[in-house]
């Protein structure tokens, strides 16, 4: 199962490509000449993450969304008869310079066998070698998921000198059906996956195992709580944005 959309060709309707999640955004298409546009601008900007995000009724010109996990994205106008690429303004022209950190993926076992996916983004190293504190980031929903890609609030916190992990626990979308689909409502196991991976990372010698919080909004507010609750000698600083709690109500 894979989170997707269907890219349909503006003048006949027909299906020219399949926008999917893999680890990041990512598009399979199925029109040659399509194709061809992607390679270019590819080629064009190597390196990134190349979206064609829309384009004109002739599909001569097209919006490029580029992206990486250190830099936000990027927006291009690309010219198909001409072969040439402008750059629009910059999103977030007061990041130049910012010294992002990169995003990692990383996969871990829940206790059940079950594999899981999800991201690790460390802090610049220092000098003393102390291993940084860890904020795990609990993506709400339950039913969406954290992407490779720029993320602001996961590079704040990396420029303060926090490691943070993104755990894709059972229930995020994009996955195979033994993850996405057969446990969707399975709240507990979603807490145990969590609580897994984090367990995974207090034992790899990555981060300060006696410095690890855990933040979260919505359902993750929710899985917050479930780790203050039932891991208190795991969690020193639990947060929670607007979590849901009342499940009844």
């Known amino acids: 199962m894979t989170s997707s959309a269907l890219d349909y060709d503006p003048q006949d309707g027909a299906i020219q490509g399949i926008r999917y999640?893999?680890?990041?955004?990512?598009?399979?298409?199925?029109?040659?000449?399509?194709?061809?546009?992607?390679?270019k601008?590819?080629?064009?900007?190597?390196?990134?993450?190349?979206?064609?995000?829309?384009?004109?009724?002739?599909?001569?010109?097209?919006?490029?969304?580029?992206?990486?996990?250190?830099?936000p994205v990027r927006y291009y106008l690309y010219n198909k008869h001409k072969d040439q690429l402008a750059a629009l303004p910059e999103t977030y022209p007061w990041l130049k310079g910012f010294n992002a950190?990169?995003?990692?993926?990383?996969?871990?076992?829940?206790?059940?066998g079950l594999r899981l996916q999800g991201y690790l983004t460390l802090p610049a190293a220092k000098n003393s070698?102390?291993?940084?504190?860890?904020?795990?980031?609990a993506h709400g929903g339950p039913w969406v998921r954290d992407v490779w890609g720029y993320n602001p609030q996961v590079q704040f916190l990396a420029?303060?000198?926090?490691?943070?992990?993104?755990?894709?626990?059972?229930?995020?979308?994009?996955?195979t059906q033994a993850i996405s689909k057969d446990d969707e409502f399975n709240f507990k196991a979603m807490h145990e996956d969590v609580t897994d991976g984090v367990k995974l990372l207090k034992r790899s010698g990555l981060i300060n195992?006696?410095?690890?919080?855990?933040?979260?909004?919505?359902?993750?507010?929710?899985?917050?709580?479930?780790?203050?609750?039932?891991e208190p000698e795991l969690y020193r600083c639990a947060i929670t944005i607007v979590g849901v709690f009342d499940w009844e109500l």
């Open 159 to 175: 420029s303060r000198g926090y490691a943070v992990f993104q755990p894709n626990y059972r229930g995020s979308i994009g996955f």
């Open 129 to 137: 070698g102390a291993k940084p504190p860890l904020v795990v980031l």
């Open 21 to 39: 999640i893999n680890d990041g955004v990512a598009v399979h298409w199925t029109s040659s000449a399509m194709q061809k546009v992607q390679a």
């Open 209 to 230: 195992p006696d410095r690890i919080a855990i933040m979260g909004g919505s359902f993750g507010g929710y899985l917050t709580m479930s780790g203050a609750a039932f």
């Open 41 to 71: 601008v590819d080629t064009k900007l190597p390196g990134r993450i190349n979206q064609l995000a829309s384009s004109d009724f002739e599909q001569s010109r097209f919006i490029v969304a580029s992206s990486a996990d250190r830099l």
């Open 101 to 112: 950190q990169p995003m990692q993926v990383i996969h871990f076992n829940a206790r059940d």
